[in-house]
């Protein structure tokens, strides 16, 4: 019996670009509904989905364009960013930043990202979205900077509180501890990857902390999580390392995929890890972490392979893994695997 | 997105339009003096200093309705004339090769190969006219010069912006579902199986490490493909093995039906064209690009001849270059939704520009009413 058999799919208005981590996933569990976002160049598509799979309501959110003369702003990503007190849907592009209530409803915030007059050879534009604690927002920049933005418990008065600026290069992926187990105490908050494959590690506050800078080896980090203090990070070389977050220990090396890796996620109640390519396979893995001797097992379960498409976004819908959904370029559609 | 994208284009697309155009001639019996001329002239034009100067410009890539005014002023820089129709097909078959090249580019640096590869047949092509033959050396190294250095994260994000380019474009071509290429529904069919790319390692190989970084314990995963060893590098240089064969002549005189697009089933889609759509920088750029090739390099139209590049099932419909919106007889619902998609994704891309009351921008909606 497969570990996961394949659901319907949910169809989307326009097809998924290729982007990293091109799919977002919000569970809401009082209303029975899960938020799918999909990044269509300057479109990102929002599906609400019914638990019961009855009801699909849609909405598109465009990219801002500071003024019409201009071409059209791409869109990098869109991701949700879970808070204690709020969630919001955080569009990231070329111009800038923008933040909505977690519906895509009502844009709560703008930032622009500061873009020369004429165009310089190095692109502009905004990648990397993660909430961090209780009332932070982080997003990348393609100088490598971080924008680091408090988040108050309601409103629209965000701000801009901090600037890292510590990669080189273009930031791809940022992920928070996502542990999930109340009263664990993880130093690390934060994980940041860049087009060169570095990792910096940090504590949210006032002042955020770097922690550790985990060197990469000139190939691009496209996809990281931070799981019980362990870095888990996919590279465009199909390899997946898991390091040891706070001192840069490489506890193992996966020769995951044939082709660039696009998307990871994990299910932090099981441990569970996903990794999709752009060689058409998605794997499931399972991560064992041994205290005593502060180490971790990788374990192979299971692979999907989505058939002469290459994936651009793979998530857990819920925080055990027992169901995932996947997007590739090309399709209009929101792939979902259930466990058998 | 990328900043880099248009010299890559232009090179490649213009590539695959010197292949189809090359095997179209030889098909229709052409001359050789008039085949050898028409090639020197567009490949001049497209190689002009001028012209390649203001593509390397760092600028976003715009819109099909943009590239295909300038690839089709390129053909016209030659004495052949191409209807409207042809350069509609010839603008579909161009698009397709190169989504399926960059599509299945093996790493993103690759592009550079599948560019070398256009460039070196290119070379060829025009290798009994030297002073034509220099401009293409010029710019190959310009090229190397300038993208050779570029990490391969900026080159995924090249290539990504291309994908975006192509997105949802499955038109069918006739050569590339005969070779297994494409599937029926105008989908490209990617492998799991074959080498990796130079410089990745075979999947399915777990390490794990102690602390002081020794290796503890190995084991294996099946993959669900079957994965070799890469092949050789590719020579990035100005002459050498490029290895990837991606961006090659796929074309043959032998078979003068593979240039064929298909038409049943499939959403013929002629973008569009009204010139108050296009947003100010998408015009200035289509102003530079033209303005970039040079009067005295076009040639007497009194001395051109007129070609029709494809046979047709239907007969041929007097339209405008660039005329609106032509939807096939469609038979199943997928095609209709797509068609919806495509067409409201057009209509979606235009942009509503503030009045171009400036003189600037009537001098230039007046060239584009020339055209």
Known sequence: ISMYHKEKSIQVKNSASALYNNLGVLRIAPRHLTYFTVVHANVVNMVSAS????????????????????????????????????????????????????????MVYWHALDTPETPTAQAVFARGISAVRESYICVGVSSGAILVFDVPIKGSNITLSEVLKEHKESITDIAPECSGQPGMECIADLVSADDGGNLCVWKSGEDFQLLNNIPGFDMSCSSVKLWKGTVVAGYGTGQIHLYEAVTGILHAEINA?????????????????????????????????????????????HNECVTDTQICGAKFCDGDGYAFAVTGYDLSEIIRYTQS | MSERTLPLVFINLGGEMLYILDQRLHALNTSDDNSEKVMNDIVGTMFGKDFMDELLKPQQLYSHRTMKTVLTRLAHASIMRLNPASMDRLYELMVMAFKYQVLLCPRPKDLLLITYNHIDTIREFVKDTPVVGNKVDETHRKIIEIYSSLPEGEFQLLRQTLLIFFQDMHIRVSLFLKNQLQNPNGRFALSTSGPVPYGMDVPGLIRTFDRKGREVRRSEFPTGGSYTSPIRKGCFELHGDRVIRLGMNMYTVNHPEETHTSKAHSVKVITDDTPNLLAKEELNLLARLMGSMKADDMPKTETGFQINLFTTDQEEEEEPLFGVINIQAMQDEQAATQLAQIAGQFAEGEEQPENLSSSKGDDLLAMMDDL
């Open chain 1, 51 to 106: 638990w019961d799979g009855l009801n699909y309501s849609h909405r598109q959110l465009q990219s801002k364009e500071p003024n019409v003369a201009t071409s059209t702003s791409l869109i990098m990503q869109a991701a949700f960013c879970p808070l204690p007190s709020r969630d919001l849907l955080v569009v990231t592009s070329q111009k800038g930043i923008q933040m909505y209530e977690s519906d895509g409803s009502i």
């Open chain 1, 257 to 301: 995929h044939a082709r660039w890796i696009y998307s990871l996620d994990i299910a932090p109640f099981s441990g569970l890890l996903l990794s999709a390519a752009e060689d058409s396979l998605v794997r499931v893995w399972h991560l064992t972490m041994t205290p005593e001797t502060n180490s971790v097992e990788v374990a192979h379960l």
